[in-house]
């Protein structure tokens, strides 16, 4: 958590919050943070100011710079646990800020706020270990399972196959068990067995849940909110709703390899 439906409203949240014609001229790091800063000085010339937009692909936000004269490049981050980004005044900095941009007036920053300290932020690109999103890229995504079929990690059981971001970028703990729980098939059974058994209807799945999550506005879990501010009793209704396994106390769970809880029907034991 934040999965691929809340990175991706994060993404939206930050293109909201900063228009076009925003120009931002440098970063803030917390110096409590033990991650390294950003160091600008070979990418963009002293006091250059930028363009940001956002974009997600699975798990990972990319925020896209456009500087007035240097070469554009692209500051990678991950979210953790719970990060997330905000946009406000500099002299009312949320405590737990660990990263900002400047806006060119002094006065604002776009502020990446994480509680727990899991979130990560790299000058880069795409990771090429993590699959293609399955949300916008099916197709690829889908093939690349297929083609890969007897690879290793598909003998492990399907459960803790659901979790590895080379295969499905954008699936955590939620998403993974309803995936399951809407295949309603075995979860300890070899992942290769379970995508095998019906690939059409597993890809099909596998790539709405998200989907729904994201028109859900997210899960409101542990410390996550929708910054776009989405809280109508009747959104959180149908996400209570949507959610049929996560958590459920009348399913059994266990703590996977990872140390993760995994949620699954009692019949499947």
Not at 207 to 232: H, K
């Amino acid at each position: 958590m934040p999965e691929l439906a809340e990175v991706r409203l994060t993404g939206d949240f930050i293109n909201q919050s900063v228009t076009e014609e925003m120009s931002f001229i440098g970063t803030w790091k917390n110096p409590v943070h033990k991650l390294a800063d950003l160091d600008l000085t070979n990418v963009l010339l002293p006091d250059e100011e930028f363009k940001i937009r956002a974009e997600s692909r699975g798990k990972e936000l990319k925020l896209s710079i456009t500087p007035q004269e240097s070469h554009p490049f692209s500051v990678m981050f991950t979210l953790g646990m719970g990060g997330h980004f905000s946009f406000g005044e500099v002299q009312e900095r949320p405590k737990h800020t660990h990263f900002s941009f400047l806006t060119a007036d002094g006065e604002r920053e776009l502020q990446f706020v994480d509680i727990r300290r899991f979130g990560r932020w790299k000058i880069g690109d795409w990771n090429p270990d993590r699959s293609p999103d399955l949300t916008i890229e099916f197709e690829a995504w889908s093939r690349n399972i297929m083609e890969n079929i007897h690879h290793k990690d598909l003998a492990k059981p399907f459960y803790e196959f659901l979790m590895n971001q080379k295969w499905i970028n954008g699936y955590g703990n939620y998403l993974r068990a309803e995936l399951c729980e809407r295949l309603d098939i075995n979860p300890f059974w070899a992942a290769k067995d379970v995508v095998r058994y019906d690939f059409e209807r597993f890809c099909e799945i596998a790539a709405r849940l998200p989907i729904e999550a994201y028109f859900l506005g997210g899960g409101q879990i542990y410390s996550w909110n929708n910054p776009l501010g989405v809280t109508r009793d009747s959104v959180v209704q149908e996400w209570n709703q949507w959610m049929k396994a996560y958590k459920n106390p009348g399913f059994e769970n266990l703590i996977d390899n990872g140390g993760r809880r995994f949620w699954y029907h009692p019949k499947w034991k």
